[in-house]
T-cell receptor
């Protein structure tokens, strides 16, 4: 069965702290894609990153970085020097090459306190 | 480009009423989908379409119908609304398929009394 688990329901950190959001996935497929989306308080969903199963290279984009580890089936997201604008719900998602469906995790609500 | 548009933004229905949530995109995307978002449940796929004339069920399809007569439009129909369908509904689209970046609409907040 395919599944995405975001065990952290809610996290609060003080501004400028680093924070890591965990994502663990389950699939038996060898070809799959992982995503992160951000949902700020305004409610829209914003794409952050896409990673395919053959590319385990970590990615950095400004203060955001992603650590993909197939050995532990994890695709974790780290925000460095967090800012209040990073407050949002973050979703991890999985899709397989042979399937047309996307499976989302339940999301992690991140509060950045000033 | 307007991107993905959804109407209405808010809707209140009585149990048993029917209605259609509209979704349109102007990016010539082949793949379109509908999700519902409930507290603590994340996003759950209702129906999706890989192209005009083709639709299929997602994780929670019961009580909803869809059609895809054009590439641009993907309406979601509630045949007989129930309180359990109170939710926020998002439409999304992408180039080619589900393995690409999804572009989401602003959402429709539906309340069924």
């Amino acid at each position: 069965a395919q599944k995405v688990t975001q065990a952290q329901t809610e996290i609060s950190v003080v501004e400028k702290e680093d924070v890591t959001l965990d994502c663990v996935y389950e699939t038996r497929d060898t070809t799959y894609y992982l995503f992160w989306y951000k949902q700020p308080p305004s409610g829209e969903l914003v794409f952050l990153i896409r990673r395919n199963s053959f590319d385990e290279q970590n990615e950095i984009s400004g203060r955001y970085s992603w650590n993909f580890q197939k050995s532990t089936s994890s695709f974790n997201f780290t925000i460095t020097a967090s800012q209040v604008v990073d407050s949002a719900v973050y979703f991890c998602a999985l899709t397989m090459n042979r399937d047309d469906k996307i499976i989302f995790g339940k999301g992690t609500r991140l509060h950045i306190l000033p | 480009n307007a991107g993905v548009t959804q109407t209405p933004k808010f809707q209140v229905l009585k149990t048993g009423q029917s209605m259609t949530l509209q979704c349109a995109q102007d990016m010539n995307h082949e793949y379109m989908s509908w999700y519902r978002q409930d507290p603590g449940m994340g996003l759950r796929l209702i129906h999706y379409s890989v192209g005009a004339g083709i639709t299929d069920q997602g994780e929670v399809p019961n009580g909803y119908n869809v059609s895809r007569s054009t590439t641009e439009d993907f309406p979601l129909r509630l045949l007989s609304a129930a309180p359990s369908q109170t939710s926020v509904y998002f439409c999304a689209s992408s180039y080619w398929g589900q393995d690409n970046e999804q572009f989401f609409g602003p959402g429709t907040r539906l309340t069924v009394l």
